[in-house]
């Protein structure tokens, strides 16, 4: 009774250090993850060295696999590309046993385990966010050393009354016939597999099975076997997770399966070849060293074989779980709400998507062209108000000054593209104004406004957008975006200066005859229409790029007004200009 109260004691422990210093170590990581995580992966093979390094770093499979399917759903990234990212996290997470088998089981640390515990408490609990992150991921670690030496504790008391005799033998050993070890290797590759499900955590159930071989409960073959069913069982928390998902979730998930069963297929033909090789090196490698390298060696080589074979991958997943979602759809993912830094850039890129649709429109209406159809421009709300609703379900704030800022410039971008929607809404353009001078420079400065704000936009939604092709979060100003900014800014500016001069003479028309009151009117209500279009086009797309502040009356003071009040702060309402 005590043996056992000893293993699932330490087991508990372990899981819960494991939980503990996993999230101190991603709260310490912060934004940084998904940075690195979204600019890494410019290629699959780039992408699955990154997603290994980030895991082994965050100890957390989950968080990078999470994080992928919000930059995968927010178009940040492609599907190829996220496949790459799971398939390192899944390199990544092998770090763990290298400790367990280094570390954990060979070296007492128990007898500092508990002082390490209470510093790290005493920093999560008094330190600022950054030093409780610390505190956090050092009183995880503090545990899991714990967990293990009494893990450890209680398998030495099972070896007592459990030999590897008493389990089914499996392929390798002398005098194990193929029927009978083929049997063998199944029932335990089952047993770990039910291990992983039960614990939810393959670092758990792979810490018991290098304890189980350091008490001499189980040999070397079947604690190779036990491996294999152990991840194997990784997939089952994926497959639950994907039930009522998004169509990003599932296919990711559907990959993270499908991953594991190859490799598992793979190790259980290599068996009996891996096996003799693992006897042979036993004699100049002690048996927790070659465990945890079979561990490691298992995952990159599933790696190596679907890595080349990525795009066939794709498409075979992407049919086994077809979307129907809209683009749209896709890109507001509600999994991309719990980062704020994914969260904003994929508003950011819905807002570009509208604005270069939008103003294209416009520029053709006052080209000649057809006027923008009443559907598309109510489309361009209903989506509009999709972002809205999207950032409003932000499940955290920002965490750095720069996300705020990037927050704050995304909100004023959507409130001016919704106002330069309802204007074109409320509006109708004829081909081309008749009339005056001053109709025809309004409608060249209008269109001069909308095709340099379409390039903006553009220039966004074309790198990667909503489209398929690599995208990374990255706000920097190319100088032909430079130079488009500066053409709407001087179009919406001397449109602003010429409305006034517009209208005198455009009312000073009527008492000679040359105009009916009611069309003086409505060539005045044109160009202010005109002016306000062109004004709302510049604004909205200089601040997609983090360019508007200029305008704003305090916006480090708006900043750190966010900032306080997403920390439950009060703060006085600041006036706010009606246009920026």
């Known amino acids: ?38 600019k890494a992966a410019a290629t699959p093979l780039s992408g699955a060295f990154w997603g290994a390094v980030v895991t082994l770093l965050v100890q957390s499979s989950s968080a990078v696999t999470m994080t992928t399917i919000g930059l995968v759903s927010a178009g940040l990234l492609t599907f190829p590309q996220g496949l790459g990212l799971v398939f390192g996290a899944n390199v990544g997470t092998t770090g763990t046993g290298w400790l367990v088998a280094l570390i954990g089981l060979r070296v007492s640390l128990s007898t500092y385990a508990l002082p390490i515990i209470f510093v790290g408490a005493l920093a999560k609990l008094l330190g600022g966010r950054r030093i409780a992150a610390a505190g956090g991921a050092l009183a995880g670690f503090a545990l899991v050393l714990y967990g293990l030496a009494t893990l450890q504790q209680g398998m030495g008391g099972l070896a007592q009354s459990l030999h590897p005799s008493d389990l089914p033998a499996v392929l390798g050993p002398p005098g194990v016939g193929w029927i009978a070890g083929s049997v063998g290797l199944m029932t335990l590759i089952v047993v770990g597999l039910a291990m992983t499900a039960v614990m939810q955590s393959s670092t758990a159930a792979i810490a018991v099975t290098l304890s189980a071989f350091y008490a001499g409960a189980v040999s070397l073959e079947q604690g190779t076997a036990l491996i294999i069913g152990q991840n194997i069982g990784t997939a089952t928390s994926s497959a639950l997770a994907a039930i009522g998902a998004s169509a990003t979730a ?22 009996p070849f891996t096996t003799a090789l693992m006897k042979v090196l036993a004699e100049s490698v002690d048996g927790m060293t070659l465990l945890a390298a079979y561990h490691t060696a298992y995952n990159v080589v599933g790696v190596a074989v679907l890595l080349p074979a990525t795009q066939w991958f794709t498409r075979t997943v992407e049919r086994l779980v077809p979307s129907k979602q809209t683009a749209l759809q896709r890109a507001l993912d509600p999994s991309a709400l719990a980062s704020p830094v994914i969260a904003v850039e994929t508003a950011r890129r819905v807002v570009a998507d509208v604005l270069t649709t939008t103003t294209a429109s416009v520029s053709a209406a006052l080209s000649g062209g057809p006027g923008p159809a009443a559907r598309d421009t109510a489309a361009a709300a209903a989506t509009l108000e999709e972002v809205r609703d999207f950032l409003s379900e932000l499940k955290e704030p920002p965490e750095t000054e720069a996300e705020l800022l990037r927050m704050t410039s995304t909100l004023h971008a959507l409130d001016h593209a919704l106002r330069l929607v309802e204007v074109v809404t409320n509006g109708e353009f004829a081909g081309q104004l008749d009339g005056a001078l001053h109709d025809r420079r309004a409608a060249e400065l209008c269109t001069r406004a909308m095709r340099a704000a379409q390039a903006i936009g553009s220039s966004i939604t074309s790198e990667s957008g909503l489209s398929a092709r690599a995208a990374s979060i990255d706000w920097s100003v190319s100088s032909d975006v430079a130079a488009a900014l500066a053409e709407a800014e001087g179009a919406a500016r001397e449109l602003d200066g010429l409305e006034q001069d517009h209208r005198a003479a455009t009312l000073a028309s009527v008492a000679p005859g040359k105009l009916t009151a009611a069309d003086a009117f409505a060539r005045v209500d044109a160009a202010r229409r005109l002016g306000r279009i062109a004004h709302h086009a510049w604004r909205s797309a200089a601040h997609l790029f983090g360019r508007g502040a200029p305008d704003s009356q305090d916006p480090v003071g ?23």
């Open 250 to 271: 599932k296919r990711l998930a559907l990959a993270y399966v499908l991953f594991k069963l190859i490799a598992a297929l793979i190790a259980i033909v290599a068996f």
């Open 558 to 580: 708006t900043v750190r007004e966010v900032r306080m009040t997403s920390r439950g702060q009060s703060t006085a309402p600041r006036p706010m200009p009606d246009v920026e």
């Open 1 to 38: 009774m005590s043996t056992a109260i000893a293993i699932l004691g330490g087991v508990g422990l372990f899981l819960l250090g494991m939980t503990v210093m996993t999230d101190g170590l991603k709260a310490l990581a912060g934004s940084a993850l998904r940075t690195v995580l979204a």
